[in-house]
């Protein structure tokens, strides 16, 4: 099992819709959690992190957390085609030389359609 | 990118060939990371340094070394380059209290 999974997608959604985006991670014990969003050819860029059970909101952006069901999602409202990227969830565990570490999923390629 | 740069953008260097990898930051931030990404496998941890003088092996380190000589600066170097070593490597810092990871723009390597 990996330790972060993603569906690879891709996922076309019409212009206006939800995009859901899902990850699941094995560790149990992990506390933090972020999405980022990557267009071709561009280095990953942070869209949001949650460290608590429930939902956060950031304008068109809602990220999930269940560590219960160790189920992570994203919920973009009112797709655009500029959303059209690469998405990928990261869970954070620590490093025995100090710092921290990012554990990536694969990704799941979102493509808003006209 | 956070203030975050990589040189050069792109190589192409062939089978034994040695180049480094330049990352710098101007945020005076103590970690710094190097990742490795490929189709299928997503982001892989090469090296990491917590700070100045440290460096730690991450994930992939086979093949690879890194220098922290100061703050600003994290290199990555590649002594005898490998086909298996194409890829598009990424150089991290992390910020603020929980410490969130940025990237910077990217190297893409192409060994023949």
């Known amino acids: 099992q990996k330790e972060v999974e993603q569906n690879s997608g891709p996922l076309s959604v019409p212009e206006g819709a939800i995009a859901s985006l899902n990850c699941t991670y094995s560790?149990?014990?992990?506390?933090?959690f972020f999405w980022y969003r990557q267009y071709s050819g561009k280095s990953p860029e942070l869209i949001m992190f949650i460290y608590s059970n429930g939902d956060k909101e950031d304008g068109r952006f809602t990220a999930q957390l269940n560590k219960a069901s160790q189920y992570v999602s994203l919920l973009i409202r009112d797709s655009q085609p500029s959303d059209s990227a690469t998405y990928l969830c990261a869970v954070r565990g620590i490093l025995t030389g100090g710092g921290n570490k990012l554990t990536f999923g694969t990704g799941t390629q979102l493509k808003v359609e006209l | 990118n956070a203030g975050v740069t990589q040189n050069p953008k792109f190589q192409v260097l062939k089978t034994g060939q040695s180049m480094t990898l330049q990352c710098a930051q101007d945020m005076n931030h103590n970690s710094m990371y190097w990742y490795r990404q490929d189709p299928g496998m997503g982001l892989r941890l090469i090296y990491y340094?917590?700070?100045?003088?440290?460096?730690d092996k991450g994930e992939v380190p086979n093949g690879y070394n890194v220098s922290r000589l100061n703050k600003r600066e994290f290199s990555l170097r590649l002594e005898s380059a490998a086909p298996s070593q194409t890829s598009v490597y990424f150089c991290a810092i992390s910020l603020g209290a929980r410490e969130t990871q940025y990237f910077g723009p990217g190297t893409r390597l192409l060994v023949l």
């Open positions: 560790d149990r014990g992990s506390q933090s």
């Open positions: 340094s917590a700070s100045e003088g440290t460096t």
